[in-house]
């Protein structure tokens, strides 16, 4: 199979079964603002919505908000009375996520936060004493394993982490990478092993955006193997 191939099934799949105006809109907007177009791929932003309403999700955390494509399917899944925090560096990113929220109906239950998030999550966690129930973690790669861990400071026993862009079209297994994004990408892998209190896995995948993948991870409870 060639990469063009994996778009052509994606087109497929989207217009299958995850074709939607508001988030369409969002993506239309991010491009005329200039914002790189590195946001979920349409059939994983719906993929995310899923496992969010699988787990319940009422409160999900993001860390990496851009024009806020994979907001507004988290948004969606937490349901009116639900709540999204997302942490954004770019205050730029952060205006044109605000009005593609706001343009989708999803304003008034998410919350961004503008600077860097290792800056920004010691105020969540001051503000937001209630443990969110998913934590989307997509911004500076390099600081995925400082994400990881404070995902499980900010999460309770069955609470979904997920961590985007780990396998890197496979220069996930180059170990002695000097590619930050590998080397972010290899330590959280070793932290998500290390810790007893997740269990985890990666699941490669394919389509518009090429190769790639996400690491899967649930917080154990006292019962759990
Ligand atoms: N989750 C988005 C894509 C995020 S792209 C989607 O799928 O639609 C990564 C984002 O992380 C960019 O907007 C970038 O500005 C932001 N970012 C980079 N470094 C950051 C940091 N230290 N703290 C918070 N956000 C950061
Ligand atoms: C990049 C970042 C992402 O979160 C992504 O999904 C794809 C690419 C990047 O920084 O290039
Ligand atoms: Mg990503």
Redesign the pocket.
């Known amino acids: 199979m060639t990469s063009s191939e994996w778009a052509a099934v994606d087109r497929y799949i989207v217009d299958s079964l995850v074709a939607d105006p508001d988030s369409e809109a969002a993506l239309v907007a991010n491009a005329a603002a200039g914002l790189?177009a590195?946001d979920?791929s349409p059939a994983q932003g719906k993929f995310l919505y899923l496992l969010a309403r699988t787990a319940r999700a009422r409160r999900v955390l993001e860390i990496?908000t851009l024009g806020g494509y994979s907001t507004i399917w988290l948004a969606r899944a937490v349901g009116a009375e639900g709540r999204v925090v997302t942490l954004e560096f770019a205050a730029r990113h952060a205006e044109v996520a605000r009005a593609n929220l706001d343009r989708a109906g999803l304003g008034a239950r998410v919350e961004i936060r503008v600077g860097a998030a290792l800056d920004n999550l010691p105020g969540v966690a001051e503000d937001e004493p209630e443990p969110f129930d998913l934590v989307f973690i997509?911004a500076d790669k390099i600081n995925n394993a400082n994400y990881v861990l404070w995902a499980l400071r900010l999460t309770k026993p069955g609470s979904v982490i997920i961590v985007?862009?780990v396998v890197r079209s496979g220069a996930l297994v180059e170990e002695e990478s000097e590619d930050p994004g590998v080397q972010g990408a290899r330590a959280a892998i070793e932290l998500l092993d290390a810790e007893p209190t997740l269990t985890a896995t990666v699941v490669q995948t394919v389509g518009a955006?090429g190769w790639d993948g996400f690491a899967y991870a649930v917080v154990n409870g006292e019962n759990d193997e």
Do not use: A, L
Request: no cysteine; aromatic share 0%.
């Open positions: 790189p590195i979920v990496g997509d985007d862009n955006k």
